[in-house]
T-cell receptor
């Protein structure tokens, strides 16, 4: 089956820093989503992005389907950005391994 | 106002007991899912229902039985609970399997088997 790998597995930032999270997938996909799991465990939709680029405030995402990867950019990070970020190939119901982000003041 | 709701949020029980988790969505979606998140945060699909019919049943023990009384509800019943069942269980919904639609998740049910 399809493999979905995320990098880095862990990321520690100081408030105000920028970061890029990567999601690689081993096969073609139709649907790809990014989620943020906050420290209380809630899974929050960030982007539905099977291809192209989207932006929402300080967050943006780009998927290059032909090269089988997606990137999530977080600019000017805040402590509330802490948590685990997942990409998911939702047409195959496969979640990535996650990136744990900690933002310190 | 909650799009996908689950009850209970926390469940602490003894090994061997039978328990149920309920899920309801008010988004008018056709498809509902159950996922399991283990202690290492890996999320794995367990079941998927479309219009009350089971369409995906991953390698899950027979002790787990989903039931969908209507397309807005998907409950999960677990028989003879084991220590390894301790996890967070998430319900989710989307418009249709394979369509380009976002999946929406419930708040999760934290199950602890003692």
């Amino acid at each position: 089956g399809i493999q979905v790998e995320q990098s880095p597995p862990d990321l520690i930032l100081q408030e105000g820093a920028n970061s890029t999270l990567r999601c690689n997938f081993s096969d073609s996909v139709n649907n790809l989503q990014w989620f943020h799991q906050n420290p209380w465990g809630q899974l929050i939709n960030l982007f539905y992005i099977p291809s192209g680029t989207k932006q929402n405030g300080r967050l943006s995402a780009t998927t290059v389907a032909t090269e089988r990867y997606s990137l999530l950019y977080i600019s000017s990070s805040q402590t509330t950005d802490s948590g685990v970020y997942f990409c998911a190939v939702t047409d195959k119901l496969i979640f990535g391994t996650g990136t744990r982000l900690q933002v310190f003041p | 106002d909650t799009a996908v709701s689950q009850t209970p949020k926390y469940l602490v029980t003894q090994m061997g007991n039978d328990k149920s988790i309920k899920c309801e969505q008010n988004l008018g979606h056709d498809t509902m899912y159950w996922y399991k998140q283990d202690s290492k945060k890996f999320l794995k699909i367990m079941f998927s229902y479309n219009n009350k019919e089971l369409i995906i049943n991953e390698t899950v023990p027979n002790r787990f039985s989903p039931k969908s009384p209507d397309k807005a509800h998907l409950n999960l019943h677990i028989n003879s609970l084991e220590l390894g069942d301790s996890a967070v269980y998430f319900c989710a919904s989307s418009q249709e399997p394979g369509r380009q639609e976002t999946q929406y998740f419930g708040p999760g049910t934290r199950l602890l088997v003692l």
